[in-house]
């Protein structure tokens, strides 16, 4: 029952922050909410037992994306954000309260087993455990091509 | 076990259409980058949360730090549009970027 506490109020955190990001008028505040979020989801991987890869969202998000945002607003000076009709964000929680509803229901009602992962499923993907050195590559490929997106767009403009 | 899945299943689900309902109705470039990692968080915590009780979860493990490190270029890809696009029309609204450019 701890765990589903914990789970709960994880979830809880991750809508408020997410909430206060997206509906907050000023940069500022949305980074934070941002950052706070970001925290939030590495302690959830953390506490059901991955903190590697909690470890690598809090560096990459928390971290890094966090500050490249930052530097982007200064770079800008942007200093209010325009979200829009607020009618439709406001519309767009209860459709995903909705969507949540729904799929509770339907995993508890066993509609929904064929989502999880059984072991004949990972049987079918085990393709991909023979190529797992090909993980790599296919980072250091996106991580490339992102580089070499990045500088051919800010130093070609001149 | 299965509860804690399934909260955080709806967790990543919900996060994932409020991400893209924001996206589609931002208007502010930057807000539609914040809202495209609200967008990311929620496919990886579904991810995650997929994987759960089971004995291994290293199949979706690798999908999420695949998706992790691809959403991050991705981001700093567009933040790097976005300085460019800011430099060149002095605005991150689109609407005002496409009157701009006729």
């Known amino acids: ?158 | 076990m299965v509860l804690d899945q399934t909260i955080l299943l709806a967790t990543g689900t919900g996060l994932l259409f409020v991400g893209i309902g924001s996206i589609s109705v931002s208007k502010n470039l930057l807000k539609s980058i914040m809202s495209f990692q609200v967008t990311v968080f929620g496919a990886n915590l579904a991810l995650f949360a997929s994987g759960m009780g089971f004995g291994s979860r290293l199949l979706s493990d690798t999908f999420v730090v695949l998706s992790v490190l691809v959403g991050a270029s991705v981001e700093a890809v567009g933040l790097a549009i976005i300085v460019v696009v800011y430099r060149k029309y002095g605005t991150l609204n689109p609407d005002e970027i496409r009157r701009l450019r006729r």
């Open chain 1, 1 to 158: 029952m701890e765990s589903e506490l914990i789970a709960a109020l994880l979830a809880g955190g991750l809508f408020a922050t997410v909430a206060a990001a997206l509906l907050s008028s000023k940069v500022s505040n949305s980074l934070i909410a941002l950052f706070y979020t970001s925290i939030i989801l590495g302690v959830a991987f953390t506490a059901y037992g991955d903190a590697l890869l909690g470890l690598v969202t809090m560096i990459t998000f928390a971290g890094a994306i966090s500050v490249l945002l930052l530097s982007v607003v200064l770079i800008t000076g942007e200093s209010k954000l325009d979200f829009g009709p607020r009618r439709l964000v406001v519309a767009a929680v209860p459709l995903a309260a909705v969507i949540g509803g729904v799929s509770l229901v339907a995993l508890f009602s066993g509609q929904a087993g064929g989502l999880a992962v059984t072991d004949s499923s990972l049987g079918v993907l085990s393709f991909l455990w023979t190529l797992r050195p090909w993980d790599l590559l296919i980072l250091v490929v996106v991580f490339a091509g992102a580089m070499v997106a990045i500088i051919s767009l800010l130093g070609g403009e001149d």
